[in-house]
């Protein structure tokens, strides 16, 4: 008789994820102190469903080797061609709205984002027929939805790029530029939403 065969099922296994990230954190710069910083920027959008532009606010703490950032975006996609055309209340498009918490490790260059995000994904019918609700979150049109969220991020000192501008204020001045995807697993809507992003930031107290 023919032994029964259990059916595949893979495991994922990385016992030597713990040691690359502590390595990854060991290697990384030291900031001279912890620093407070408030963002905010622009940002493109693109889901399977269309894209769009948007705006993002952050606030960062930047500790000695390893960070934390806490902020919102909100994105229109695929209302953009209807606002003029039909109108939002026959648009196939949604409003994106992402709140998201991830830890920040600078390696060289650059700066590694992960962590968590839920998005509120609002179909324009809905925010044209109910615009207060949809704005506050409340509306039954919104679909709610939680995840993961990575990125990376480049940061360049203005005072460095334009040292004629050189001061108080503008010492405390960085442009930013960064990528990141969100996956939100389940119904709803699509499961990868993608970011690009610029902006700039200012660092807060001393």
């Known amino acids: 008789m023919a032994t029964p065969t259990r059916p595949f099922a893979p495991r994922l296994s990385c016992p030597g ?13 030291a900031h001279a102190a912890p620093t407070v910083h408030l963002g905010v920027g622009g940002v493109a959008t693109l889901q399977s469903t269309g894209a769009g532009p948007g705006g993002v606010g952050r ?13 919102v975006r909100e994105s229109a996609v695929g209302v953009a061609g209807d606002l003029v055309d039909r109108g939002l209340a026959h648009s196939d498009g949604s409003f994106v709205g992402n709140i998201h918490l991830v830890g920040r490790l600078p390696v060289g260059p650059v700066v ?21 609700r949809a704005l506050a979150g409340t509306s039954p049109g919104i679909a709610h939805r939680s995840g993961f969220e990575a990125g990376v991020e480049g940061l360049w000192s203005v005072a460095a790029l334009a040292p004629a501008l050189s001061g108080p204020l503008v010492d405390r001045l960085e442009l930013t530029a960064g990528l990141a995807a969100d996956w939100m697993p389940g119904a709803g809507g699509p499961p990868v939403t993608g970011q690009a992003e610029l902006g700039i ?5 001393r």
């Open 17 to 29: 994820l713990p040691a690359l990230l502590l390595g990854l954190g060991l290697a990384a710069p």
């Open 59 to 71: 606030l960062v703490f930047e500790g000695e080797r390893f960070g934390l950032e806490g902020g």
């Open 112 to 132: 590694l984002r992960a962590g968590l995000a839920h998005h509120h994904e609002t179909p324009a019918p809905v925010v044209a027929g109910d615009p207060l």
């Open 201 to 205: 930031r200012a660092r807060l107290g």
